[in-house]
Nanobody, 121 residues
Framework: QVQLVESGGGLVQAGGSLRLSCAAS????????MGWYRQAPGKERELVAD???????NYADSVKGRFTISRDNAKNTVYLQMNSLKPEDTAVYYC???????????????WGQGTQVTVSS
């Protein structure tokens, strides 16, 4: 069984920074893309950023220049450094990963439980 465990959310003032982490564990054969999504109250879940196993990155226009996604393949961990935070960044942030497990050798999407990020004005 595979688990994604997030950490690093919290309350921060506008202009501040937070760093989210997400560690994958379990019977993992390979992790392809990893990413972060967010969902604000009353809104649909949206992609924030993702990163391939080779390190290619993709960002939502709303976070370009402020957020940086990175990963440590040896630790099966993805990070999201969030700088210059704005109140509109307030949301539950979810980790996402495309994982092939050793048991099934098939690829599927896994989600973390979510971590709350609140930015006060």
């Amino acid at each position: 069984q595979v688990q994604l465990v997030e950490s690093g959310g919290g309350l921060v003032q506008a202009g501040g920074s937070l760093r989210l982490s997400c560690a994958a564990s379990g019977s993992i054969f390979r992790i392809s893309a990893m990413g972060w999504y967010r969902q604000a109250p009353g809104k649909e879940r949206e992609l924030v950023a993702d990163i391939t196993s080779g390190g290619s990155t993709n960002y939502a226009d709303s976070v370009k220049g402020r957020f940086t996604i990175s990963r440590d393949n040896a630790k099966n961990t993805v990070y999201l450094q969030m700088n210059s935070l704005k109140p509109e960044d307030t949301a539950v942030y979810y980790c996402n990963a495309l994982i092939t497990t050793r048991r099934t050798m098939t690829i599927r999407t896994y989600w973390g439980q979510g971590t709350q990020v609140t930015v006060s004005s």
